[in-house]
């Protein structure tokens, strides 16, 4: 089975979940970059992709070789951005067409998800999901303890 992760992240949380789950169950990556990023301003950041992700944008990512297609199951990950996934998975929905894959699906978040999976799952329709976890700021957090949940979760899910 071709497993890989694609994600998004910001600060490194996203990140750092996303490469030990690779590590743990030995898949590819697939880490999206916006050809323009937000402003790395602490306060106006917020703002910024804040105002992305409720307008619904889709940035422009950096190409990638990498074809989603080609695999069987996909770990997809992002942090909550407006209770919502961050405009460059959004982009990454609109081109790449995900079908009849196993999914599963991660985020990282301050503390206020909301409704955040609901979404997450709609943008995903057509596959089965396999698995949802959620992580609250692991860098800043419980970082080692988090890392070890995301990779029990991973092993958890290839069994299925
Ligand atoms: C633009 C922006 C919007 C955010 N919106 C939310 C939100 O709605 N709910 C929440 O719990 N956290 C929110 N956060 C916090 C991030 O989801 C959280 O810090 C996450 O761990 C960051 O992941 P990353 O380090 O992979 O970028 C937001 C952060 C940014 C930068």
């Known amino acids: 089975?071709?497993?890989?992760i694609v994600f998004y992240s910001f600060d490194g949380n996203t990140k750092l979940i996303a490469e030990n789950i690779a590590d743990e169950i030995g898949a590819d990556l697939l880490e999206l970059k916006p050809v323009k990023e937000i402003?790395?301003?602490n306060f106006m950041k917020i703002f910024a992709?804040?105002?992305q992700a409720m307008?619904?944008?889709?940035?422009e990512?950096?190409?990638?070789s990498i074809k989603p297609e080609d695999y069987d199951l996909i770990f997809i990950?992002?942090?909550?951005?407006?209770?919502?996934?961050?405009p460059a998975l959004r982009t990454f929905f609109k081109q790449v067409k995900l079908v009849n894959k196993k999914i599963a699906l991660f985020c990282c978040h301050g503390g206020r998800p909301r409704n955040f999976f609901e979404k997450f799952e709609e943008a995903v329709t057509g596959n089965t999901i396999v698995g949802k976890i959620e992580f609250k700021d692991p860098?800043?957090?419980?970082?080692d303890r988090d890392v070890q949940i995301a990779r029990d979760w991973?092993?958890?899910?290839?069994?299925?």
């Open 49 to 51: 992709g804040g105002k």
């Open 61 to 64: 990512l950096l190409p990638f």
């Open 154 to 160: 991973a092993k958890l899910i290839i069994g299925i």
């Open 139 to 143: 860098i800043r957090n419980q970082q």
């Open 1 to 4: 089975m071709k497993k890989l």
């Open 77 to 86: 990950g992002t942090p909550v951005w407006a209770w919502t996934y961050a």
């Open 55 to 59: 307008t619904k944008a889709e940035p």
């Open 39 to 41: 402003t790395r301003n």
